[in-house]
């Protein structure tokens, strides 16, 4: 540690945006873009759509769809924090299982399922589960009401969440394809894919490829990412790989040696993200993309109660939340901005233009589209 390069606030978050796609939009495929990223939060369905307008040059709708359909990539049900995550197919396969005993941990003591199901073998259930959904893709509560029959006097919904836990899931489509809709259908790997999940559950190939997406970091972002615990000793074995630096707290921060460290002057565009998106979930220390919130108009902890939808930077850092208002009747979309402080003209202005990009990328069949600005009131 001694003699480490501090990294300070503002290298931080260039370096971490340089990796997420974000200082400029990147000119590569949805596919790569997808891998690089490792994972991305899909727990609303068309969530992936914007985080992936925001990152990639000409982006549009159809070539997610496309790679839906085609199963290159997949909606997996149970990843990153026991959430769901849009991944490659490849990656779910091999990912899935590194990650089995966060889902396992999240079961039993993290939702309330586990408890429901005390006394009884889960094992079996989730056997059941697997006869049951290897003769078609299920509904979680379709499992869960079959199970009942075996079963009977147990929970519905914990049985069927004992399964979509327990088991490698994905999501199948048309849920999540754009211009669609579907039910939550659930169905495993050999049937959606025809291929299984690996069964290497070292973690040290995604710590590597997370800082090539989200470093340099602390061990505790990297656990704060995936949820794994105890990492220190893995983190430790891969040191002959890594360079270190520290943060201005005296953190000892980890990264492969060829990750970008833009200059911290560098321009960051304004940018726009979903309700949910990796880029606010996957430190502990989220200074980086948070910033200096001392003079925000409301509390930063009642940023979603108020704001809610999804969010918005300047110069990189969190800034503000946006939502859309669709009249179809009229033809009409706006898009509603809340900044969180008050903005400059210059800030005003480039805020504006992006959001019209935005509305006219979710609400093309929109004749009239606008973007209007409401301010919270002071706290």
Same mark, same amino acid.
Request: hydrophobic residues 40%; contains cysteine; negative net charge.
């Given at each position: 540690m001694t003699g480490a390069r501090i990294l300070d606030r503002r290298t931080l978050n260039r370096a971490f945006l340089e990796r997420q796609l974000l200082l400029r939009r990147a000119a590569m495929p949805a596919e790569q873009a997808i891998a690089h990223l490792i994972a991305m939060q899909a727990q609303n369905p068309f969530d992936p759509y914007t985080a992936l307008w925001s990152r990639l040059e000409g982006f549009q709708p159809g070539e997610l769809a496309t790679l839906l359909e085609e199963r290159r990539v997949v909606r997996a049900v149970a990843m990153m924090r026991t959430t769901i995550h849009l991944l490659t197919a490849d990656d779910w396969l091999a990912l899935r299982p590194v990650l089995q005993v966060v889902q396992e941990r999240g079961f039993a003591v993290g939702s309330p399922f586990g408890k429901q199901l005390k006394g009884i073998d889960v094992d079996a259930v989730v056997a059941a589960g697997r006869a049951l959904l290897d003769e078609k893709p299920r509904s979680g509560n379709a499992i869960g009401k079959l199970l009942e029959k075996q079963w009977p006097g147990r929970d519905v919904a914990s049985l069927g969440y004992a399964v979509r836990y327990l088991l490698p899931l994905v999501q199948v489509t048309p849920r999540g394809v754009w211009g669609r809709s579907g039910q939550p259908m659930l169905a495993t790997a050999e049937h959606w894919l025809g291929r299984s999940v690996g069964t290497?559950? $070292?973690? @040290?190939?995604?710590?590597?490829?997370?800082? $090539?997406?989200?470093?340099?970091? %602390?061990?505790?972002?990297?656990?704060?990412?995936?949820?794994? %615990?105890?990492?220190?000793?893995?983190?430790?074995?891969?040191?002959?790989?890594?360079?270190?630096?520290?943060?201005?707290?005296?953190?000892?921060?980890?990264?492969?040696?060829?990750?970008?460290?833009?200059?911290?002057? %560098?321009?960051?565009?304004?940018?726009?993200?979903?309700?949910?998106?990796?880029?606010?979930?996957?430190?502990?220390?989220?200074?980086?993309?948070?910033?200096?919130?001392?003079?925000?108009?409301?509390?930063?902890?009642?940023?979603?109660?108020?704001?809610?939808?999804?969010?918005? %930077?300047?110069?990189?850092?969190?800034?503000?939340?946006?939502?859309?208002?669709?009249?179809?009747?009229?033809?009409?979309? @706006?898009?509603?901005?809340?900044?969180?402080?008050?903005?400059?003209?210059?800030?005003?202005? $480039?805020?504006?233009?992006?959001?019209?990009?935005?509305?006219?990328?979710?609400?093309?069949?929109?004749?009239?589209?606008?973007?209007?600005?409401?301010?919270?009131?002071?706290?």
């Open positions: 290497d559950t $070292a973690p @040290d190939g995604m710590i590597l490829r997370y800082l $090539a997406a989200f470093g340099p970091a %602390t061990v505790m972002d990297i656990q704060s990412w995936c949820w794994l %615990t105890r990492l220190g000793p893995v983190v430790e074995r891969l040191r002959p790989q890594l360079r270190t630096f520290r943060d201005e707290q005296g953190r000892e921060l980890f990264d492969i040696p060829e990750g970008p460290i833009p200059d911290p002057d %560098t321009p960051a565009p304004v940018r726009f993200f979903p309700t949910y998106d990796n880029l606010f979930l996957s430190h502990k220390d989220r200074d980086r993309i948070l910033g200096d919130m001392s003079d925000w108009l409301v509390e930063p902890d009642q940023f979603n109660t108020i704001f809610g939808g999804g969010s918005f %930077t300047i110069d990189g850092f969190l800034a503000g939340g946006w939502r859309i208002e669709r009249d179809k009747r009229a033809g009409r979309a @706006d898009i509603v901005l809340s900044p969180a402080r008050r903005l400059s003209v210059w800030e005003s202005t $480039a805020v504006a233009d992006e959001a019209i990009g935005l509305v006219a990328f979710l609400a093309a069949d929109a004749a009239d589209r606008d973007a209007r600005v409401t301010l919270p009131d002071a706290h």
